[in-house]
């Protein structure tokens, strides 16, 4: 794909068939984007860019991640900090990637975030990583066309530190829909922002905003606010570009306790909440007018052979249905693994599921499902396809029969309280 953009252009439209370097011509100007693997849809691309490293910028990639995901969103992390990633780590990762001769598969974290980073596929994690910007910048690129990243809502890159070449060349290779600044509140912050502000605007990337980390320090036993790095300047700096400021991160034992826990994802920080209103409005809008188009997700435990399972919380997977205005728009499985009730629910609201048609399913699973606002449509059987397109058709309701054939009152329907026959 190309671009055309004119330079004191003087002669109409026929420079591409003109072969004159005349000073008038319009000028070709080269898109160097990677395509996406065919088998991936990404929605978003953010990216957590600093002007000089050490400021937390991984962190903040990691964390703003798990926030989007606490929203619903279907989240990723491209850790593009090729010679330093400390990303798989926050969440506990240390497999090694796996693939097929489609791609390779992103690790998933516990909240279900897809991550690729190159130490996912290093021998062993304190491998370095001494390889020139060319091949660092052939690595990212090959995060994005190779790995099967499949549905996406926000994708977050964790930036190479800098504005030197091989940030740059991250930033042409991928569609980058924003970026948020990270900083730390030193006299040298001014010039350090300037320096990504002007390689976001030189890139044409909107940019969304400002976080400051390692803000203040907060007493322990008097809550006063010690500014440990001198006064901040984040607010003139941010005046200066008009951009907002979208958190202030203060030093804080937990956030090091999280990460070094390897478990980021149990951290629980009011600082962000601006940063993920504005990530959030990047797809609100998509999102409402999926809702008013009558978008609809139906899940139903499948067996393997497209027939409904008989147990909800002990299915290994679901066949989920998108319908837009009664049209199949999308049809995939979801991976649930068995394992019980309580995590099958929470997948369901992750995936954002309207519709739950099943077999047998207990009343404590009922309940979960509804207070979720999820519709319990027990009592199908036989092929998953005649179930659905039944349940639209008016053919299946909502009800209390179901006929898993279990004798009830076992391990998955507490003392009981199982709805099956
Ligand atoms: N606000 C904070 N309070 C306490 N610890 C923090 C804070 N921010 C980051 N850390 C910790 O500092 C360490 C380094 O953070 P991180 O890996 O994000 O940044 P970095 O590598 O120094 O910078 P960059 O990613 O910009 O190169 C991590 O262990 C992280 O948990």
């Known amino acids: 794909m190309s671009e055309t953009y004119e330079t004191q252009s003087s002669c109409g439209d026929s420079c591409s068939s003109c072969q004159a370097t005349c000073s008038s011509r319009k000028q070709e100007k080269e898109d160097f984007r990677e395509p996406l693997n065919p088998y991936s849809k990404v929605k978003k691309v953010i990216g957590i860019v600093s002007g000089k490293g050490g400021v937390g910028k991984s962190f903040l990639t990691s964390y703003l991640s798990v926030l989007i995901n606490r929203e619903g969103y279907h989240t990723a992390i491209l850790d593009a900090d090729i010679t330093g990633p400390s990303i798989p780590k926050a969440f506990g990762i240390h497999e090694k990637a796996k693939g097929n001769e489609l791609g390779i598969f992103p690790a998933v974290s516990k909240s279900g975030i897809k991550i690729m980073s190159v130490n996912l596929l290093l021998e062993t994690e304190d491998t370095p990583v001494i390889w020139r910007g060319p091949v660092i910048a052939g690595t990212v690129k090959q995060f994005w066309s190779d790995v099967l990243w499949d549905d996406v809502d926000y994708m977050f890159v964790d930036m190479p530190p800098g504005t030197g070449d091989v ?31 002007n390689m976001a605007e030189a890139m044409n990337v909107p940019i969304l905003g400002i976080v400051e980390n390692y803000s203040y320090l907060e007493c322990g036993n008097c809550g006063e606010k010690i500014s440990v790095f001198g006064t901040s300047h984040v ?7 008009k951009l907002p400021v979208l958190g202030r991160i203060p030093i804080t034992p937990a956030i090091a306790e999280a990460v070094d826990a390897e478990n980021i994802e149990g951290l629980n920080g009011p600082w962000l909440t601006e940063a993920v209103d504005a990530l959030k409005s990047l797809l609100g809008e998509e999102r409402q007018e999926k809702e008013d188009n009558g978008f609809c997700r139906i899940a139903v435990p499948t067996d393997g052979n497209n027939n ?16 837009q205005e009664n049209e199949l728009v999308g049809k995939t499985i979801l991976d649930s693994k068995g394992e019980g009730h309580g995590a099958t629910i929470e997948m369901m609201k992750r995936e954002k599921i309207n519709v739950v048609i099943c077999g047998g399913i207990g009343m404590e699973a009922m309940e979960g499902l509804m207070n979720s606002g999820i519709l319990v449509v027990p009592g199908a059987a036989g092929d998953a396809d005649v179930s659905v397109a039944a349940y639209l058709d008016g053919g299946l309701n909502e009800s209390s029969k179901a006929t898993c054939g279990c004798q009830g009152g076992n391990s998955e329907h507490n003392e009981g309280a199982c709805n099956c026959k």
Request: net charge negative; glycine share 4%; no cysteine.
């Open 167 to 197: 940030p740059l060349t991250v930033f042409q290779s991928l569609p980058v829909d924003g970026v948020i600044i990270v900083t730390s509140p030193q006299e040298l912050v001014s010039m350090i922002v300037a320096k990504a502000v």
């Open 235 to 241: 607010e003139e700096t941010a005046e200066k570009y």
């Open 308 to 323: 409904v399972f008989a147990h909800f919380g002990k299915a290994a997977e679901f066949t989920l249905y998108e319908f």
